[in-house]
């Protein structure tokens, strides 16, 4: 079974991701703008509020959606691939690292449930990833049609109310950066096939990686506002 060691690392490891989380999304719940999420989604609320000022078959929407989702479904892509892949080298070669490990990685534990634990928590990251940017995907498709369609609408005279755009961008967001997170997951987790040291190892970086990425050098702006030209938005009320 597992050895001593690889619990208490893997232990380690693991409060140190999660532990990593819980304050970015503490942060996120009351300081946005110092988080580079936050920041984002003020951005994409103001660019949503821009765009519906702009006149009716304007193309900067369609070009800057389409980006998105191209973004979206190669990623989507690679993460099924990926899943394939690992799927299929667990069929073909059930034993072949179990010795590569273990001396990588005293600590490592060679039981075949314990490899084939380690395989199968990356193709659960890789499912994750999947899911989400295949949800971005449908979110980023909601978003662009009733862009379109508050263009029509405006011409006749009614209105399709922005927040419900809003919404649908931002949820698409939302399941990107999580289809994002689980890929960067695959940095400790991958490395975790090599030994719990190495999956230490790995946590370490990536929390230190993710602190460049999440936290930008704060700019001073109040901590739930967000101030575009005239437009203001008040980050916690948005989904």
């Not at 508050?150 to 919404?167: T, V």
Request: aromatic share 12%; charged share 15%.
């Amino acid at each position: 079974m597992m050895k001593f060691a690889e619990y208490y690392l893997l232990a380690i490891s693991m409060t140190l991701l999660v532990s990593y989380h819980l304050y970015l999304f503490w942060m996120i719940r009351h300081h946005p703008l110092r988080t580079d999420i936050g920041i984002n989604r003020c951005a994409r609320s103001a660019w949503v509020r821009h765009i519906m000022q702009r006149p009716p078959g304007d193309v900067l929407a369609v070009q800057t959606l389409r980006n998105a989702l191209m973004s979206a479904s190669f990623l989507a892509s690679t993460a099924i691939l990926l899943v394939a892949g690992l799927l299929s080298f667990i069929l073909t070669n059930k034993n072949s690292l179990d010795n590569f490990n273990h001396v990588l990685d005293m600590l490592s534990s060679q039981h075949p449930r314990v490899v084939l634990s380690r395989f199968l928590l990356l193709i659960m990251t890789f499912f994750f990833a999947f899911f989400n940017f295949a949800l971005t995907v449908r979110y980023y498709n909601h978003t662009a049609f009733m862009l379109n369609a508050a263009s029509s609408m405006k011409e006749d005279g009614h209105s399709l109310p922005e927040q419900f755009i809003i919404n649908a961008l931002q949820r698409g967001a939302l399941h990107f950066t999580l289809g994002m997170r689980a890929f960067l997951m695959i940095l400790p987790f991958g490395m975790w096939l090599m030994g719990p040291s190495w999956l230490l190892l790995g946590s370490v970086l990536l929390v230190t990686v993710m602190w460049k990425i999440d936290f930008p050098a704060y700019t001073g702006i109040p901590r739930n506002e967000c101030f575009v030209g005239k437009q203001h938005c008040n980050l916690p009320d948005e989904a």
